[in-house]
Structures are given as structure tokens and as C-alpha cells.
């Protein structure tokens, strides 16, 4: 197996204290505990995306009591697919908005601040 850049290590130690749901932890705790400082958390996501690249389960669960976590169950899996696919199908529906408005909305050149 490849060797792990360093973050993305140190992200690999910090989750195998976290498996299961109840054990998750923010993006944001985890960047504290990375010493990465975001307000958005883009650097730790990004990290997360690598781990998960290298062949690791890391999902999340945004709601409330949520956070990033190692799936132990195949509900905690279902849960993480779930956030997955939801963000998915409202990025899919925004190309479809964007699509369709450049077809059918007003001229571009009709927008403020755009000359024609």
C-alpha cells in the first residue's frame, strides 16, 4: 500500500478513535487538532476525500449531534451514503437550473453590471 502524505496520516490517526456515530467529531474539532485554522474546513474535506482515495470509510452526518465519523454499522453507512447522495442530487439540480436558464433566461448581456 502507498504511504500516506503526513496530514492525511495524522487525519488517519485522529479517526481511529472515531468509529461508529456517536464517537463523530466535527470537521471544524478536527482541524483544530490538525492546527488548520478555515472557517469553511475546505483543507480537512479535502484531506477526508484523500483518505477515503486511499481505500478508508470516512462518512458524515451534518445534522445536529452529527459529525465525521468511521462507519461500524450498516446503518451508519447508509446514513453517510445518504449525505453523500443528497448533496449530489442538489448539484445536479443546480447544473440543470444553470443549463436551463442560459437557454431560456433573460440575454446574459441583460444582467446588471454587463455590457452588451
Same mark, same amino acid.
Given at each position: 500500500?502507498?504511504?500516506?502524505?503526513?496530514?492525511?496520516?495524522?487525519?488517519?490517526? #485522529?479517526?481511529? =478513535?472515531? *468509529?461508529? +456515530?456517536? &464517537?463523530?467529531?466535527?470537521?471544524?474539532?478536527?482541524?483544530?487538532?490538525?492546527?488548520?485554522?478555515?472557517?469553511?474546513?475546505?483543507?480537512?474535506?479535502?484531506?477526508?476525500?484523500?483518505?477515503?482515495?486511499?481505500?478508508?470509510?470516512?462518512?458524515?452526518?451534518?445534522?445536529?449531534?452529527?459529525?465525521?465519523? #468511521?462507519?461500524? =454499522?450498516? *446503518?451508519? +453507512?447508509? &446514513?453517510?451514503?445518504?449525505?453523500?447522495?443528497?448533496?449530489?442530487?442538489?448539484?445536479?439540480?443546480?447544473?440543470?437550473?444553470?443549463?436551463?436558464?442560459?437557454?431560456?433566461?433573460?440575454?446574459?448581456?441583460?444582467?446588471?453590471?454587463?455590457?452588451?
Amino acid at each position: 500500500m502507498t504511504t500516506l502524505p503526513t496530514h492525511p496520516s495524522k487525519l488517519k490517526r #485522529i479517526f481511529e =478513535t472515531r *468509529r461508529g +456515530l456517536l &464517537l463523530s467529531i466535527s470537521a471544524h474539532d478536527v482541524g483544530v487538532l490538525m492546527g488548520i485554522n478555515e472557517p469553511d474546513n475546505r483543507t480537512v474535506r479535502r484531506y477526508i476525500d484523500e483518505l477515503i482515495d486511499f481505500g478508508f470509510c470516512i462518512g458524515s452526518v451534518p445534522k445536529e449531534g452529527g459529525g465525521c465519523f #468511521i462507519p461500524t =454499522t450498516e *446503518r451508519e +453507512l447508509e &446514513l453517510a451514503k445518504g449525505d453523500c447522495l443528497g448533496r449530489a442530487e442538489k448539484l445536479v439540480t443546480k447544473a440543470r437550473k444553470l443549463d436551463e436558464n442560459f437557454r431560456n433566461g433573460p440575454p446574459q448581456t441583460d444582467l446588471p453590471g454587463t455590457t452588451p
